[in-house]
């Protein structure tokens, strides 16, 4: 299954489905920019935020232009703001 039929099932909150999807496309398929930020995505709206930062930077070592590098600071900036406002030790 491709990264853009997955993000298709993404579409349609098919989630727990994409997960498993996105696992194994980036197991067959590591050099995959795509795959890697759909699996970030999923991980950030779980509010798994260290594994959806090692997600998005997998992708923006194989796309430096893509859209993971503003999902990272987008991330950081939602990790600073929570550490200043005492939400994160």
Request: no cysteine; glycine share 6%; hydrophobic share 40%.
């Amino acid at each position: 299954m491709s990264a853009l039929e997955i993000e298709a099932l993404m579409r349609e909150e098919r989630i727990d489905e994409a997960y498993d999807r996105l696992l194994d496309l980036v197991k067959k398929e590591p050099l995959n920019a795509h795959g890697w930020y759909l699996l970030g995505t999923i991980y950030r709206r779980h509010g798994m935020w260290m594994e959806a930062i090692e997600a998005f930077s997998h992708s923006k070592i194989i796309e430096p232009t893509g859209p993971a590098s503003k999902a990272l600071e987008s991330i950081y900036d939602i990790l600073n703001s929570s550490s200043q406002a005492g939400m994160i030790p």
